[in-house]
């Protein structure tokens, strides 16, 4: 199974990197890892992709994915260069609806494609949960519901 180019005319291949998280997920979900993020550049000759799991991501961790998932990527020939596999950090990224699930109760910064009846695409709050298509994010006292087809990105913010 190829999967091709990752980039067409400088811009990501949206389908070529469904195919690639649709055989990452479940590699790494028996090693019991998630796979958080995954992006490509150089032409898909880089590939990034950030891991989790509970109690945190150690180098140990990121070196026993690269290996597996070496052997996984040349049996399902996706042709990169390089792999490289890391932690989502402290400002972790959040794309799926189970994410925002997951991180109830911590801040996020959230940025949508289009504005709302003020002109606003950036929204900071605390997270609220998701539903039926959309996140909750409580701010100034109010809280929105936004829509989760309409997220540009979302991110957690550090509490240090």
Request: glycine content about 12%; overall charge neutral.
């Amino acid at each position: 199974m190829g999967f091709g180019p990752f980039f067409v005319c400088g811009t990501r291949n949206d389908a070529s990197m469904a195919a690639l998280e649709a055989v990452m997920e479940p590699a790494l979900a028996g090693l019991g890892y998630e796979l958080v993020d995954v992006q490509a550049s150089g032409g898909g000759r880089l590939l990034r992709l950030f891991i989790d799991k509970p109690g945190g991501v150690g180098i140990e961790d990121c070196a026993a994915v690269s290996r597996h998932l070496t052997r996984v990527l040349a049996v399902e020939g996706v042709d990169y260069e390089r792999l490289e596999v890391s932690s989502p950090g402290l400002d972790r990224p959040l794309r799926k609806p189970r994410d925002f699930a997951r991180f109830a109760g911590h801040r996020a910064e959230v940025r949508m494609r289009t504005p709302d009846a003020s002109g606003r695409r950036r929204f900071v709050g605390v997270l609220r949960g998701a539903g039926e298509g959309r996140l909750s994010l409580e701010l100034e006292g109010r809280t929105l519901a936004l829509e989760l087809d309409d997220l540009e990105r979302a991110r957690l913010v550090p509490q240090l």
